[in-house]
C-alpha cells in the first residue's frame, strides 16, 4: 500500500504531471530538453524527474554529460495499468501547450524534430 501511495503523491503535481506527459509522447528525452519546455531550471526539473524516479515511474541513464529520461517498463501490472490509464486521462487537448512548446524548442522548420542532446551530438559530429 506504501508504494501505491507514493504512486499517486509523485502523480499529484503539476510539474510532474507534465514530465510524464511529455515522456508518454516522445519517450526517453534529455533533462536539457524537459526544462526548457515545462519552463523550469535543471535543479528543479531534476529534482521532479528523482521523485519520479524513486516513484518507480521512470528510469534514468547517463551518456557524458546528458542525462536521459524515460518512462519505467511495463514489467510491473501496476505501472502498465499506469501508463494505460495516464495515456487516456493526459489528452491533446490537456497537453497542447506542453506539445507547442516541445515542437517550438526541439524542431526547425522544414526538419524532423530532433531535440537538443541529438543536436549536439550531431554538430559535435561534424
Given at each position: 500500500m506504501d508504494e501505491l501511495a507514493n504512486i499517486f503523491k509523485a502523480l499529484g503535481d503539476e510539474t510532474r504531471?507534465?514530465?510524464?506527459?511529455?515522456?508518454?509522447?516522445?519517450?526517453?528525452?534529455?533533462?536539457?530538453?524537459?526544462?526548457h519546455v515545462i519552463g523550469a531550471s535543471q535543479s528543479k526539473t531534476s529534482r521532479h524527474l528523482r521523485y519520479l524516479l524513486h516513484a518507480g515511474l521512470v528510469t534514468d541513464r547517463r551518456e557524458g554529460v546528458w542525462s536521459y529520461y524515460k518512462l519505467a517498463g511495463e514489467s510491473d501490472d501496476r505501472i502498465k495499468l499506469l501508463r494505460s490509464t495516464l495515456k487516456r486521462l493526459l489528452t491533446p487537448e490537456l497537453t497542447q501547450q506542453l506539445e507547442t512548446g516541445f515542437v517550438s524548442w526541439c524542431c526547425a522548420p522544414g526538419s524532423n524534430c530532433s531535440p537538443a542532446a541529438a543536436k549536439s551530438l550531431a554538430n559535435a559530429a561534424k
Open positions: 504531471l507534465k514530465l510524464v506527459a511529455l515522456l508518454l509522447r516522445h519517450g526517453e528525452l534529455c533533462v536539457c530538453d524537459l526544462e
